[in-house]
């Protein structure tokens, strides 16, 4: 099995392959010297960081969203939060 790809889940396999396939088609382009605009190189890194960036940040609090919702933390505190309104009606 190539890199334990095997071992991954089948989202993250076709996320890979998407990503692969997508870095493929920017270098083919790249090298075909096609001329898609005028930017400079700093322009392509800023454009990259700011796409990949952008992505992991999104990916990154999903997970958390993922984490948070089963390791019961988004319970505790809805539990929480009822039980506080309960104690200001009896007061």
């Keep these: 099995m ?6 991954m889940s089948r989202p993250v396999t076709v996320c890979l392959v998407i990503v692969i396939a997508l ?3 920017v270098l083919l382009v790249w090298a075909s010297g096609a001329r898609i605009g005028d930017l400079t ?3 392509w890194l800023a454009l990259f960081l ?3 960036g952008t992505a992991g940040l999104g990916g990154g609090l999903m997970s958390l969203i993922f984490f948070s919702d089963s390791s019961g933390y988004d319970a505790r505190a809805g539990e929480r939060r009822e039980g506080h309104g309960d104690s200001e009606e009896s007061d």
């Design 41 to 43: 190189w700093q322009g």
């Design 2 to 7: 190539l890199l334990g790809i095997g071992k």
């Design 23 to 25: 870095i493929a088609m």
């Design 50 to 52: 700011g796409v990949f």
